[in-house]
């Protein structure tokens, strides 16, 4: 299976993709990373990609004179890949309709808190904030709200009272890659059924 990768920052998910790929093998694994794209320049998860010799696009908002204009170019970009599954590991962009309308049903994404509690761009302040003593990472595909399509696979977190953000997010996140590679393999390599919210992973 054909992968793309949409990212925004350190592609640390990404990554893992990466090195279970380089450790299993495409086959055994079931899907390759055929490219990565991103929503501006200069960020880690870019460099990763071509360090792995993989192809990458970055498609910024601010170059086009629409958000729908940005989304047709956002989508026409990752088609050109031919994509079986989109993954967004940390892609801090809402996708339009026409995205959607193409890759909806084979796009993945992470969030970084046991939704529906504390969707949006600061779950894991957000999560923080509210004292919450359990928290987590989630892998679902993206509907046309935010945070809010059918889950996949979830990974609980214990919140410390030392914790602040970025401990607690770096904490998930340990979680939240080996959550994603091993959800992204299974569908990969399994197919699946989304009906209404139940995902069935044959
Ligand atoms: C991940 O925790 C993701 O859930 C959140 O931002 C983080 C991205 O991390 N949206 P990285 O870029 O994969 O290192």
């Given at each position: ?22 450790a299993?093998?495409?086959e ?10 991103a ?8 460099a990763?990609?071509?360090?792995a ?13 629409s ?16 994509p ?7 892609f801090m962009k ?10 909806g049903?084979?796009?993945?994404n992470t969030?970084?808190?046991?939704l529906?509690s504390f ?22 595909f993206v509907d ?14 214990e919140?410390r ?27 990969a390599?399994?197919?699946y059924?989304i ?8």
């Amino acid at each position: 299976k054909r992968l793309v990768v949409l990212v925004s920052g350190s592609g640390t998910n990404l990554q893992a993709l990466l090195d279970e790929i380089d450790a299993l093998g495409v086959e055994a694994y079931g899907a390759r990373v055929v490219a990565v794209g991103a929503d501006r320049t200069g960020i880690e998860g870019l460099a990763r990609a071509e360090r792995a010799g993989i192809p990458t696009f970055v498609c910024k908002v601010k170059d086009h004179g629409s958000r729908e204009d940005w989304d047709a170019a956002l989508t026409g970009a990752v088609a050109a890949y031919e994509p079986d599954l989109v993954v967004s590991a940390g892609f801090m962009k809402i996708v339009g309709k026409e995205f959607l309308a193409r890759f909806g049903g084979r796009f993945v994404n992470t969030h970084p808190a046991l939704l529906p509690s504390f969707p949006g761009a600061h779950g894991v302040r957000d999560a923080l904030a509210y004292g919450a003593r359990v928290t987590g990472c989630t892998v679902h595909f993206v509907d046309d709200g935010v945070d809010t399509g059918p889950i996949i696979a979830q990974g609980a977190v214990e919140v410390r009272d030392e914790d602040d953000e970025s401990a607690l997010h770096e904490r998930i996140k340990e979680v939240e890659r080996r959550l994603l590679v091993e959800v992204v393999g299974r569908l990969a390599r399994n197919g699946y059924r989304i009906e209404g919210r139940k995902v069935v992973i044959q």
